[in-house]
Every structure is written in structure tokens, then in C-alpha cells.
């Protein structure tokens, strides 16, 4: 029987890093990435950027390590002596021959509770419809008053006021203050919700708190709070934490900002990109109206060809429908002019602070009364034109011809006799007078 102390001679050694390269790819082949749990100890952080240290508990330990590409994502930097609770890849440290794990994503220990209510929570309002994409409302593109709800001391409220003052300062801003952090703060924060909905006094509300910890922003993830959020009437932009950040709040609100402030510049539009836009359509507007008149203008003079020349009345009637062509031509280049500088006043008190009110209601009034008056002076000058034009139709109405003792003679078939030899002796003719008609008979006749 063969000692079990030796080996057969034909078969070759292996190295210790082909030994140590088969365990590695044994250990990790064997176990999927899990979730270990334990306290940390003996943590070093190397100059590479790497963390080195133990996860132990009361029985036993283990050496692990954090590269710097997986570390410099973590929200919270772990401690000497803190639980924690790592996804880890079980793995071996071939040059040593080192049992290890390679830690991937490590959070605070007892954070697992959370994240399965979180996710039980999630799953339940979504089979309920309340992330429906259908059900969201659409944000208003200019509100007219803006909510914020979140707390006094929170400095996500500096940056939302600082980015709605640098982007649009003439949107007044409401303010629901509530704790956003702390036991029993998810009561306070619906309650907000409510009361902002109940006033209906913002166009667009603003839900915010600044970054921080799963415990930190837990009470966005209240059921309380997700259904106050979906049965505000005002549409509701989410702006909790940061970019990788996510709550419950996210999904039911109307839209997620991945910070506060850039919740506040979806809801507020940026009074640097509208400058540009009111002075393309200041220019498009004088554009319009100067076609406009071209049009006109050549309408007039379509007209005019049109006219039947009858005599110096006529001319000068066209020429009193040229000259108000030339007033209606100033008038319309005034009314731009004037409209062209209220436009400039208005872009100019836009760009430099919110408008104050006040003068512009007097301005309205006085320009009301402006054109009231020129309204009013014109009504009175065309009634006059139409009574003038109406005396001079007058003179040429063929009754008036009558009036002056002339008489219109028409043969037996109606048709008006210009001249005697059309008749013959003996018949008939109708005449009519200013007053009346009468037969006659043609006795003789001359040419």
C-alpha cells in the first residue's frame, strides 16, 4: 500500500501562484457577489486612494478591500469600529495567497429593513397607478406665483430663492415652511402639501431638501407623504438629496429634479433666454405691420384704377382718399412707434428688476383715453367725409335733373328716345317728370 505521504513520481508540482490562481478562480466562480455584515477594523486608507480593513464580528474576521474607483461613490465615509453592511465579491490575494473580499457598495449597518420597505412601499403605489406617467400634470411654462415647501433652516432653500431671483426675480415666491427631517416629520410635510393645495394660491409647487443619508430623507419615502403629493391639484416638482438620490416622492410626484436647484429651474423660465425672444418678436411685429400697410397700400391703389373718371368732383375726391391714405399711413406708423417703445420700456424693465406696476396702469389709462379720443375725432371726421360725398351724389342724381324741369321720353317698348328720328308720326311716347308721367302722341317731329 502506497505511503499517502507521497506522490506518484510521474506527476508534476504546480507553482504556488498556479495554486493560488486556480483557488481565486475557485472561490469566486463558487460564491455569487453577497451582503456581508460585520464591524470595521484595522481600516487604512492608502495613498492609491484604495481602503484597506477587516469586517469581523464576535466569532471571526475577514481582510477586504475597496478600490478607489468603487469608494469615491459612497455617501458616507466609514469609521474604525462602524457596522456596516458591504456587497462583496469573495475573492483571494493571489501574490500573498490571502483569503479576502472585494467590496463593491457598502452602506450603514441595519440600512437592509429600510430598503426592503422601500421597496415593498414602491411596489404597492405603483400597482396603484400613482407613478402613472398619464396621471402627472404638465408644468405651467410661466407661473404666476411660485411654492416652496421645505424647511427655514434648510440650505436647499438658499439655492432655490438664489436660482429663482437669478433666473426670473419678478415670480413672487410662497413659502410653506416644515421640519424635512426627524421623526414624525412626514405628518408636517404632508400637512404642507395640503395646505398648499387647500389656498390654490402657486401656479407650480417646489418639494425640497438638501442631500443626505437613507435615515436623512427617509421621511420622503412616508406613504403619508406620497399620497398628499398625488392629491395636490398644483403640479409638484421633487427636488430631495442629489442626483443619486431616489424616494418615493421621486416617483409620485409630477416631475423629478435630481437637486433643488435644478427643481427651481424647471419650474421658472430664465428671463435671459426670453430678452432675445421678445426682441425677435418686436422686430417680427414691425415686419407684419409694415406688409401689412404695403398691402393696403397697394389695395388703395387697385382701387383707385378701378374708379370711373367723371369729372373734377371725382378727382377730388380721389385725391381727398390719397391724402387719407397718407394719414392712415402715419397714424399706423405712429401706433408702431409707440407700440416699438413700450415694447423696449417693457424688455428693459424686465431685464432690470420686477416691473412696478403702478406706472403702467396710469400709462394704460392715459394711452386708453389717447385712443378713446383719436377714435372719437375720427368717427366724427369720416361722418363728416361721408355727409360731404353724400351731397355731392346728390348733385348728380338724375331725379335732381328732373326737379330742375326736364323730362325723360321713352318709346313704345320702354326704351329712353336720345333722338327724334327713332319716332315715328303717330306714335305714342311715355314721359316722365319730376312728378308723375304722362302718354303723348308724336304729331310731328324734327330733327
Request: hydrophobic share 40%; with cysteine; charged share 25%.
Amino acid at each position: 500500500m502506497a505511503n499517502p505521504l507521497f506522490t506518484r513520481v510521474d506527476e508534476q508540482p504546480i507553482p504556488v501562484s498556479e495554486l493560488n490562481r486556480r483557488a481565486k478562480a475557485l472561490l469566486e466562480n463558487s460564491f455569487p457577489p453577497l451582503w456581508v455584515s460585520g464591524e470595521i477594523s484595522n481600516l487604512t486608507k492608502h495613498s492609491s486612494g484604495h481602503w484597506y480593513f477587516s469586517l469581523k464580528d464576535d466569532k471571526a474576521q475577514v481582510r477586504c478591500v475597496m478600490f478607489r474607483h468603487r469608494n469615491q461613490y459612497l455617501d458616507f465615509t466609514p469609521k474604525e469600529g462602524m457596522q456596516v453592511e458591504a456587497r462583496a465579491v469573495v475573492s483571494l490575494y493571489e501574490a500573498r495567497g490571502e483569503f479576502q473580499l472585494n467590496i463593491e457598495n457598502m452602506r450603514p449597518g441595519g440600512l437592509g429593513a429600510l430598503f426592503e420597505a422601500f421597496g415593498k412601499l414602491k411596489a404597492k403605489l405603483e400597482t396603484e397607478g400613482l407613478f402613472d406617467a398619464a396621471r402627472k400634470k404638465p408644468l405651467p411654462a410661466f407661473p404666476q406665483q411660485i411654492g416652496i415647501i421645505t424647511s427655514l433652516q434648510a440650505a436647499a432653500l438658499r439655492d432655490v430663492l438664489s436660482t429663482l431671483r437669478r433666473r426670473m426675480p419678478s415670480i413672487p415666491i410662497v413659502l410653506y415652511p416644515t421640519p424635512v427631517q426627524g421623526r414624525g416629520a412626514c405628518l408636517n410635510i404632508s400637512q404642507a402639501i395640503k395646505t398648499a393645495g387647500q389656498r390654490a394660491e402657486c401656479d407650480v409647487l417646489i418639494l425640497c431638501r438638501g442631500g443626505g443619508s437613507i435615515e436623512d430623507l427617509w421621511e420622503f419615502n412616508e406613504e403619508i407623504v406620497a399620497r398628499a403629493i398625488h392629491a395636490c391639484p398644483i403640479p409638484i416638482v421633487c427636488g430631495v438629496g442629489h442626483e443619486t438620490d431616489f424616494t418615493i416622492a421621486d416617483f409620485v410626484a409630477d416631475q423629478r429634479a435630481p437637486t433643488p436647484t435644478a427643481a427651481a429651474e424647471l419650474v421658472s423660465p430664465n428671463r435671459a433666454d426670453l430678452v432675445p425672444k421678445l426682441d425677435t418678436l418686436a422686430h417680427r411685429s414691425e415686419r407684419t405691420w409694415t406688409r401689412l400697410i404695403e398691402s393696403r397700400m397697394q389695395h388703395l391703389d387697385h382701387l383707385q384704377k378701378r374708379l370711373v373718371h367723371p369729372g373734377e368732383r371725382l378727382r377730388h375726391q380721389r385725391a381727398q382718399l390719397e391724402h387719407l391714405s397718407q394719414r392712415l399711413h402715419r397714424a399706423l406708423q405712429h401706433s408702431l412707434d409707440t407700440q416699438r417703445w413700450q415694447m423696449r420700456q417693457l424688455t428693459d424693465r424686465i431685464s432690470s428688476a420686477r416691473p412696478n406696476v403702478s406706472p403702467l396702469i396710469q400709462r394704460r389709462a392715459h394711452l386708453s383715453t389717447r385712443l378713446a379720443l383719436v377714435m372719437q375725432n375720427r368717427l366724427v371726421f369720416a361722418q363728416g367725409e361721408i355727409a360731404r360725398i353724400a351731397g355731392n351724389l346728390d348733385h348728380l342724381n338724375p331725379q335732381a335733373i328732373l326737379e330742375r324741369g326736364y323730362s325723360i321720353a321713352r318709346d313704345e317698348q320702354g326704351n329712353v328716345v336720345r333722338d327724334s328720328g327713332a319716332l315715328q308720326v303717330g306714335s305714342e311716347v311715355g314721359l316722365t317728370f319730376a312728378v308723375g308721367a304722362a302718354k303723348a302722341k308724336v304729331i310731328s317731329k324734327s330733327s
